[in-house]
């Protein structure tokens, strides 16, 4: 199993920006697609973009145009760039990645979340 670590969640006003990191450590031999999803206090988990090795990326709607999601293979880390952001885009934010392990097994790992908080 590989451990996912996220970063640079806070609080931002309205229209601000953060960029939300998460790196993969462990016995790790290559990583797939690697994701972020968030969750809304008395909301369900939803996805908000991948990204696949080959750097072919995907977004939720609600993101389309002010999230930017990206990765750095060699450090095993995906980033998430946030942009024009809204009071509604407050969440949990979660990473996780399909991995191979040096085993040869593959597993599929989440990150503990970090706090994202949109707000005057």
């Known amino acids: 199993q590989a451990q996912l670590v996220e970063s640079g969640g806070g609080l931002v006003q309205p229209g601000g920006s953060l960029r939300l990191s998460c ?7 290559s990583i797939n697609n690697m994701g972020w999803y968030r969750q809304a206090p008395g909301k ?3 996805w908000v973009a ?5 750097r072919s ?26 942009n024009s952001l809204k009071p509604e885009d407050t969440a949990v ?3 996780n990645a399909d991995v191979l392990l040096t085993t040869r097994a ?9 706090q994202v908080t949109v707000s005057s």
């Open 57 to 82: 990326t995907n977004y939720a709607d609600a993101v389309k145009g002010r999230f930017t999601i990206s990765r750095d293979n060699a450090k095993n880390t995906v980033y998430l760039q946030m």
């Open 93 to 95: 934010y979660l990473c």
């Open 106 to 114: 593959r597993t599929t790992d989440w990150g503990r979340g970090i």
């Open 23 to 29: 790196a993969a450590s462990g016995s790790i031999l």
């Open 50 to 54: 991948s990204i696949t090795s080959g």
């Open 44 to 46: 369900q988990r939803e």
